[in-house]
């Protein structure tokens, strides 16, 4: 390594979930089996010039997903999204708003006596 290269690139302490440990595995697959086929043939398996195919490739994820998070990092990176969204999360304001700002989980039941 040489000395203009960073020893580390991650961050020590952050939690990696499920799904980006997942991705994480099939990056390293990928990039592990294009070393291979680069040592045999001297190309890589996807033109370096085609990123968002070598992108698919490695993740797995698919075409809508790719241009999901890729809108998703430009409007964090700009600034209008403090974060990238929980897709599960998304409809939360909404509900929030709905209920004049107050939190479902404050409202109490309405109940029916039958007794």
């Known amino acids: 390594m040489s000395d203009s290269q960073p020893k580390t690139y991650g961050q020590k302490g952050k939690i990696i ?3 980006a440990r997942e991705i994480i595995a099939r990056v390293t697959e ?3 089996n294009e070393a291979a086929v680069y040592q045999k043939t ?4 996807i033109p370096l010039t085609n990123y968002r195919q ?3 490739a490695a993740t797995r994820i698919s075409e809508p997903t790719y241009h999901r ?3 998703e990092a430009a409007d964090v990176i700009s600034g209008y999204l403090p974060a990238f969204p929980t897709p599960r999360h998304e409809g939360t304001t909404a509900k929030l708003e709905d209920h004049g700002g107050v939190p479902l989980s404050t409202h109490k039941p309405f ?3 039958n007794h």
Not at 42 to 45: D, E, R, S, V
């Open 30 to 32: 990928f990039m592990k």
């Open 17 to 19: 979930h499920s799904q």
């Open 69 to 71: 998070v890729f809108k």
């Open 42 to 45: 001297g190309l890589p398996l």
């Open 54 to 56: 070598r992108v698919l």
């Open 111 to 113: 109940l029916i006596n």
